[in-house]
Protein backbone atom coordinates (compact mmCIF):
# COMPACT_ATOMS: atom_id res chain seq x y z
CA UNK A 1 0.00 0.00 0.00
CA UNK A 2 1.55 3.52 -0.92
CA UNK A 3 1.96 5.59 2.32
CA UNK A 4 -0.02 8.69 0.57
CA UNK A 5 -2.89 7.88 -1.68
CA UNK A 6 -5.25 10.19 -3.49
CA UNK A 7 -8.50 10.16 -5.30
CA UNK A 8 -6.95 9.18 -9.00
CA UNK A 9 -8.61 11.92 -11.35
CA UNK A 10 -8.68 13.90 -13.42
CA UNK A 11 -11.69 16.16 -12.39
CA UNK A 12 -13.25 17.51 -15.62
CA UNK A 13 -15.73 20.47 -14.08
CA UNK A 14 -17.24 23.65 -15.50
CA UNK A 15 -16.54 26.84 -13.92
CA UNK A 16 -18.18 27.53 -11.00
CA UNK A 17 -18.24 23.96 -9.73
CA UNK A 18 -17.33 22.91 -6.21
CA UNK A 19 -15.23 20.45 -6.45
CA UNK A 20 -13.77 17.89 -3.22
CA UNK A 21 -10.42 15.92 -2.90
CA UNK A 22 -9.33 12.87 -1.50
CA UNK A 23 -6.73 11.79 0.20
CA UNK A 24 -5.50 9.03 2.79
CA UNK A 25 -2.25 8.36 4.76
CA UNK A 26 -1.13 4.92 6.23
CA UNK A 27 1.25 6.24 8.68
CA UNK A 28 -0.43 6.90 12.11
CA UNK A 29 2.28 8.96 13.63
CA UNK A 30 2.11 11.60 10.14
CA UNK A 31 3.00 14.96 12.18
CA UNK A 32 1.91 17.52 9.59
CA UNK A 33 -0.28 17.92 6.66
CA UNK A 34 -0.19 20.00 3.40
CA UNK A 35 -2.16 20.60 0.06
CA UNK A 36 0.55 21.54 -2.67
CA UNK A 37 -0.56 22.66 -6.10
CA UNK A 38 1.59 21.52 -9.70
CA UNK A 39 0.59 23.16 -12.56
CA UNK A 40 1.77 21.54 -15.84
CA UNK A 41 5.69 21.26 -16.38
CA UNK A 42 6.25 23.39 -13.02
CA UNK A 43 7.40 22.98 -9.67
CA UNK A 44 4.77 22.19 -6.77
CA UNK A 45 3.96 24.95 -5.02
CA UNK A 46 2.24 25.39 -1.47
CA UNK A 47 -1.52 25.68 -1.80
CA UNK A 48 -2.46 25.51 1.91
CA UNK A 49 -1.18 23.91 5.50
CA UNK A 50 -4.01 21.21 7.06
CA UNK A 51 -5.02 21.46 10.29
CA UNK A 52 -5.65 19.52 12.86
CA UNK A 53 -9.21 22.27 12.96
CA UNK A 54 -9.79 22.26 9.35
CA UNK A 55 -8.78 25.48 7.75
CA UNK A 56 -10.11 27.83 5.08
CA UNK A 57 -8.44 30.11 2.62
CA UNK A 58 -10.86 31.75 0.34
CA UNK A 59 -12.02 29.28 -1.86
CA UNK A 60 -10.53 26.30 -0.36
CA UNK A 61 -11.39 24.14 2.54
CA UNK A 62 -8.94 22.01 3.56
CA UNK A 63 -10.02 19.00 6.42
CA UNK A 64 -7.93 16.47 8.27
CA UNK A 65 -9.53 13.98 10.22
CA UNK A 66 -6.60 11.46 12.10
CA UNK A 67 -8.76 9.03 13.12
CA UNK A 68 -9.51 7.97 9.69
CA UNK A 69 -6.36 9.57 8.24
CA UNK A 70 -7.89 11.57 5.65
CA UNK A 71 -7.63 14.99 4.21
CA UNK A 72 -9.89 16.58 1.83
CA UNK A 73 -9.31 19.31 -0.26
CA UNK A 74 -12.44 21.39 -1.34
CA UNK A 75 -12.68 24.16 -3.70
CA UNK A 76 -15.89 26.52 -4.20
CA UNK A 77 -17.10 28.47 -7.33
CA UNK A 78 -14.43 26.73 -9.21
CA UNK A 79 -12.22 28.91 -11.95
CA UNK A 80 -10.29 28.43 -14.47
CA UNK A 81 -6.93 29.30 -13.33
CA UNK A 82 -7.36 26.17 -10.91
CA UNK A 83 -6.61 23.89 -13.46
CA UNK A 84 -3.66 22.41 -11.86
CA UNK A 85 -2.78 19.15 -10.35
CA UNK A 86 -3.23 18.84 -6.89
CA UNK A 87 -0.79 16.79 -4.43
CA UNK A 88 -1.51 15.85 -0.99
CA UNK A 89 1.26 15.78 0.81
CA UNK A 90 2.07 14.58 4.74
CA UNK A 91 5.17 15.30 6.91
CA UNK A 92 6.46 11.98 7.99
CA UNK A 93 6.51 10.67 11.68
CA UNK A 94 10.32 11.99 12.42
CA UNK A 95 8.99 15.57 11.63
CA UNK A 96 11.47 15.17 8.55
CA UNK A 97 10.90 14.30 5.16
CA UNK A 98 7.55 15.29 3.16
CA UNK A 99 5.62 12.49 1.79
CA UNK A 100 4.02 13.02 -1.64
CA UNK A 101 0.75 11.70 -3.11
CA UNK A 102 0.69 10.75 -6.83
CA UNK A 103 -1.97 14.03 -7.02
CA UNK A 104 -5.08 14.40 -8.67
CA UNK A 105 -5.71 16.63 -11.92
CA UNK A 106 -8.29 19.37 -12.37
CA UNK A 107 -9.81 20.73 -15.69
CA UNK A 108 -12.34 23.38 -15.23
CA UNK A 109 -13.66 23.88 -18.13
CA UNK A 110 -15.19 27.51 -19.67
CA UNK B 1 15.82 36.56 -3.76
CA UNK B 2 16.48 34.18 -6.43
CA UNK B 3 14.87 31.26 -4.35
CA UNK B 4 15.86 27.84 -5.47
CA UNK B 5 17.34 27.47 -8.27
CA UNK B 6 18.44 25.03 -10.03
CA UNK B 7 20.67 24.17 -13.70
CA UNK B 8 20.47 22.67 -15.99
CA UNK B 9 16.58 23.32 -17.46
CA UNK B 10 17.17 20.26 -19.86
CA UNK B 11 20.17 17.50 -20.18
CA UNK B 12 20.41 14.62 -22.48
CA UNK B 13 22.25 11.45 -21.38
CA UNK B 14 23.86 8.78 -23.05
CA UNK B 15 23.52 5.43 -20.88
CA UNK B 16 26.86 5.43 -18.63
CA UNK B 17 27.76 9.22 -18.59
CA UNK B 18 27.93 10.62 -15.30
CA UNK B 19 26.64 14.38 -14.75
CA UNK B 20 25.83 16.78 -11.84
CA UNK B 21 22.35 19.06 -11.16
CA UNK B 22 23.56 21.88 -9.54
CA UNK B 23 20.83 23.12 -7.01
CA UNK B 24 21.46 26.39 -4.98
CA UNK B 25 19.19 28.39 -2.76
CA UNK B 26 19.66 32.09 -1.00
CA UNK B 27 16.85 31.39 1.47
CA UNK B 28 19.32 30.52 4.35
CA UNK B 29 17.20 27.01 4.67
CA UNK B 30 19.22 24.54 6.66
CA UNK B 31 17.22 21.71 5.40
CA UNK B 32 17.34 20.82 1.61
CA UNK B 33 16.52 17.67 -0.75
CA UNK B 34 15.96 16.34 -3.80
CA UNK B 35 13.31 14.10 -5.92
CA UNK B 36 12.35 12.76 -8.98
CA UNK B 37 8.50 13.00 -10.71
CA UNK B 38 7.50 10.01 -12.87
CA UNK B 39 4.20 9.88 -14.12
CA UNK B 40 1.49 8.21 -12.10
CA UNK B 41 4.00 8.20 -9.07
CA UNK B 42 4.33 11.31 -7.83
CA UNK B 43 7.37 12.73 -5.95
CA UNK B 44 10.06 10.12 -4.37
CA UNK B 45 12.91 11.71 -2.36
CA UNK B 46 16.46 10.29 -3.39
CA UNK B 47 18.66 11.96 -0.43
CA UNK B 48 18.18 15.28 1.58
CA UNK B 49 20.69 17.06 3.98
CA UNK B 50 19.68 19.14 7.55
CA UNK B 51 22.98 20.99 7.01
CA UNK B 52 25.77 21.54 5.60
CA UNK B 53 28.11 18.66 6.16
CA UNK B 54 25.01 16.08 6.54
CA UNK B 55 23.45 13.96 4.01
CA UNK B 56 20.89 11.10 4.11
CA UNK B 57 19.46 8.87 1.95
CA UNK B 58 15.63 9.30 0.90
CA UNK B 59 13.26 6.45 -0.54
CA UNK B 60 15.18 5.74 -3.83
CA UNK B 61 19.13 6.82 -3.58
CA UNK B 62 20.56 4.27 -5.24
CA UNK B 63 22.50 5.73 -8.61
CA UNK B 64 22.65 9.27 -7.13
CA UNK B 65 25.46 10.74 -4.81
CA UNK B 66 24.99 14.32 -3.13
CA UNK B 67 27.46 15.88 -1.06
CA UNK B 68 26.85 19.55 1.12
CA UNK B 69 29.65 21.82 1.74
CA UNK B 70 27.89 24.53 1.90
CA UNK B 71 24.29 25.79 3.44
CA UNK B 72 23.76 27.34 -0.07
CA UNK B 73 24.39 24.75 -2.22
CA UNK B 74 23.24 20.64 -2.10
CA UNK B 75 24.50 18.98 -5.88
CA UNK B 76 22.85 15.73 -7.03
CA UNK B 77 25.53 13.82 -8.99
CA UNK B 78 24.78 10.58 -11.55
CA UNK B 79 27.47 8.46 -11.03
CA UNK B 80 26.25 6.18 -14.35
CA UNK B 81 22.97 7.57 -16.10
CA UNK B 82 20.67 4.72 -16.91
CA UNK B 83 17.40 4.87 -18.80
CA UNK B 84 15.24 4.12 -15.44
CA UNK B 85 16.75 7.70 -14.40
CA UNK B 86 14.53 9.58 -17.08
CA UNK B 87 12.55 11.66 -14.96
CA UNK B 88 12.10 15.07 -13.55
CA UNK B 89 14.39 16.27 -10.82
CA UNK B 90 13.55 18.77 -8.06
CA UNK B 91 15.45 20.07 -5.63
CA UNK B 92 13.63 22.06 -2.46
CA UNK B 93 14.57 23.65 0.95
CA UNK B 94 13.23 24.45 4.00
CA UNK B 95 13.65 25.90 7.22
CA UNK B 96 13.60 22.84 9.79
CA UNK B 97 12.61 22.97 12.83
CA UNK B 98 8.61 23.60 13.11
CA UNK B 99 5.90 21.09 11.59
CA UNK B 100 4.85 23.22 9.33
CA UNK B 101 7.53 25.12 7.46
CA UNK B 102 6.67 25.74 3.71
CA UNK B 103 8.99 23.83 1.33
CA UNK B 104 10.29 25.96 -1.49
CA UNK B 105 11.18 24.12 -4.83
CA UNK B 106 13.31 24.67 -7.48
CA UNK B 107 11.76 25.32 -11.15
CA UNK B 108 13.04 20.85 -12.07
CA UNK B 109 15.60 19.44 -14.50
CA UNK B 110 13.98 17.55 -17.18
CA UNK B 111 16.93 14.44 -17.48
CA UNK B 112 16.81 12.34 -20.55
CA UNK B 113 18.78 9.39 -20.92
CA UNK B 114 19.33 7.38 -24.19
Known amino acids: RKEVEQDPGPFNVPEGATVAFNCTYS??????FFWYRQDCRKEPKLLMS???SGNEDGRFTAQLNRASQYISLLIRDSKLSDSATYLC???????????FGPGTRLSVLP | NAGVTQTPKFQVLKTGQSMTLQCAQDMNHEYMSWYRQDPGMGLRLIHY???????DQGEVPNGYNVSRSTTEDFPLRLLSAAPSQTSVYFC?????????????FGPGTRLTVL
Open chain 2, 92 to 104: ASRYKGTLYNEQF
Open chain 1, 89 to 99: VVMDNYGQNFV
Open chain 2, 49 to 55: SVGAGIT
Open chain 1, 27 to 32: NSASQS
Open chain 1, 50 to 52: VYS
